[in-house]
């Protein structure tokens, strides 16, 4: 039951449509414009990089709350604080890219998903993850590329870095598998536009 009581909170969590309400506030249905996406990603080419950096933000820190909610509950409930928050890490990725407010379409989940690895792994192995994001970033200019080079890099981090004992090693492994999959399902377009050579390049129309 308790673990049904995060999964559901946090799906909520995950489910609030940042984007669509920061575009809204300006009278954009950001669903009709660009790739027409509701993540950070998309406000930011459309509206600019205060509206872009505000959304990647908010959604951030929907995945950072909801995992740490989920710890909370668990380790209240005497139960394994992990499991509770990747079970909120998973369930509040879910709200985001299928939100219940919007028809269940939602965002491609990348910064909820750095929200929830913020919350649920130590700094040195985030720093390793980061790293990839920004030299895969910086060589090519496709935030695409580098959400799912970071997204994949994710497990090797966690068999670098993370002790290999008890049940944790291997929740926390499976999650960064749940990661990297995602990450590369809700990209699929974006992967044939890179094949294709027809993706958008960061700062370039």
């Not at 950072?64 to 139960?79: D, E, Q, T």
């Not at 499991?83 to 909120?88: K, N, R, S, T």
């Not at 990661?179 to 536009?193: F, K």
Request: aromatic share 12%.
């Amino acid at each position: 039951m308790i673990w049904l009581l995060i999964a559901i909170v946090s799906y909520l969590i995950g489910s609030i449509p940042s984007g669509y309400l920061v575009a809204r506030t300006q009278g954009i249905d950001i669903r009709q414009h660009g790739s027409k996406n509701i993540g950070a990603t998309n406000v930011l080419r459309v509206m600019g990089q205060k509206w872009g950096y505000l959304v990647f933000f908010c959604d951030s820190i929907k995945g950072f709350l909801a995992v740490k909610l989920g710890l909370l509950i668990a380790a209240h409930s005497l139960l394994s604080p992990v499991l509770g928050g990747v079970i909120a890490a998973i369930s509040c990725i879910l709200g985001h890219n299928y939100t219940i407010w919007l028809g269940f379409k939602g965002g491609k989940g990348i910064a909820t998903s750095g929200g929830v690895v913020l919350a649920l792994f130590p700094i040195s192995l985030i720093s390793w993850v980061a790293l990839v994001w920004v030299v895969v970033f910086y060589l090519g200019r496709y935030v695409s590329l580098a959400s799912i080079s970071a997204a994949v890099a994710l497990p090797f981090a966690v068999l670098l870095t993370v002790a290999k004992t008890g049940a944790d090693f291997w929740t926390l492994f499976g999650f960064s598998v749940f990661i990297a999959g995602m990450a590369i399902w809700r990209h699929q377009s974006n992967i044939v536009r890179l094949m294709n050579g027809t993706e958008s390049r960061f700062g370039k129309k």
